[in-house]
Nanobody
Framework: QVHVTESGGGLVQAGGSLRVSCVGS????????MGWFRQAPGKEREFVAA????????VYADSVTGRFTISRDSATNTVYLQMNNLRPEDTAVYYC????????????????????WGQGTAVTVSS
């Protein structure tokens, strides 16, 4: 079992940047597919980005493509989400999630794929 903890959220102006982090304990992150999801007030949780284990293939939601970048540092068991050109509609609680089983790339977009979740970190983008 792995435990994941997010950090780095905060308040930023529209057009600004922020990087959120996810640190894992337990088995090394190199054997996990990792995902970022977000949930805005009154809305359902939605997929943001994911990164495959070993190959490090990246997958993004259309709404963040070209603005957000997911990356991982296996030496520190950390996954990052670099968010640039932030918009007020990016305001949400951002969650990190992990899965160990072999996962088809389309499945990475589904929250049900991931059994391990963090508590989330809040990001607020002011206009």
């Amino acid at each position: 079992q792995v435990h994941v903890t997010e950090s780095g959220g905060g308040l930023v102006q529209a057009g600004g940047s922020l990087r959120v982090s996810c640190v894992g304990s337990g088995r090394t992150f190199s054997s996990y597919d990792m995902g970022w999801f977000r949930q805005a007030p009154g809305k359902e949780r939605e997929f943001v980005a994911a990164i495959k284990r070993f190959s490090n293939i990246e997958v993004y939601a259309d709404s963040v493509t070209g603005r957000f970048t997911i990356s991982r540092d296996s030496a520190t068991n950390t996954v990052y989400l670099q968010m640039n050109n932030l918009r007020p509609e990016d305001t949400a609680v951002y969650y990190c999630a992990a899965v160990t089983a072999a996962t088809a790339i389309p499945d990475l977009r589904e929250s049900a794929t991931y059994p391990y979740w963090g508590q989330g970190t809040a990001v607020t983008v002011s206009s």
